[in-house]
Every structure is written in C-alpha cells, then in structure tokens.
C-alpha cells in the first residue's frame, strides 16, 4: 500500500456512502504529529523537529486536545448533517 491515508479517506467516503441511508454518518480526521509524553521523545529532538515545524503555517505539533475537539464536533449532533469527511488537523501544514 502506498499511501495508507488515501486508503483511509477512501474507506470513509465509501462507507458514508453506504452507511448514509441508515443515518449512519462516517468521518475520519487526519492529524499532524501529535505531541504525547510517548512522541515527545522523538519530536521534540531539535535535529528532527526543526525542519517539518519551518513547513507547518502554525509551526508548532498538535495536541491531544486539538486532535479531539473536532472528533467531539464531528459525533456531536452540531455535525449531523456532515458525514464522507477527513479533515486535516495539520496545523496548516496541507495548504502549502
């Protein structure tokens, strides 16, 4: 599999294609590098950070929070009408 996010964005229009008629909604998010006690190890390494931060709008990782902040919108009842989704929670990074 070359690109297993495109897979993932094809299994969720799919799905809410299929799933809609049974108000079933799917959506998935697609999130940058999240700093968790577990990655910070690794990205918050100078030599290793510094150069995918100088390409990303907000320059800075996400956070739990801000990962799952649209994941509560998206099951809220605010979002019914929203379903073959994956929006990026990248900091900007894709809009380069």
């Not at 809609?20 to 006690?37: A, D, E, L, Q, W």
């Not at 979002?79 to 994956?86: D, P, W």
Request: hydrophobic letters at 40%; charged letters at 20%; a negative charge.
């Amino acid at each position: 599999m070359k690109d297993p996010k495109a897979a993932l964005e094809n299994i969720t229009r799919c799905s809410a294609l299929e799933l809609g008629k049974h108000n079933i909604r799917v959506n998935s998010v697609n999130p940058t590098v999240v700093m968790t006690p577990i990655s910070s190890g690794h990205w918050s390494q100078p030599h290793v950070a510094e150069p995918f931060l100088k390409q990303m709008p907000l320059g800075r990782w996400a956070t739990e929070d801000e990962v799952a902040g649209p994941i509560v919108f998206l099951l809220s009842d605010a979002a019914s009408m929203i379903t073959g989704i994956h929006p990026p929670i990248d900091g900007g990074y894709t809009c380069r």
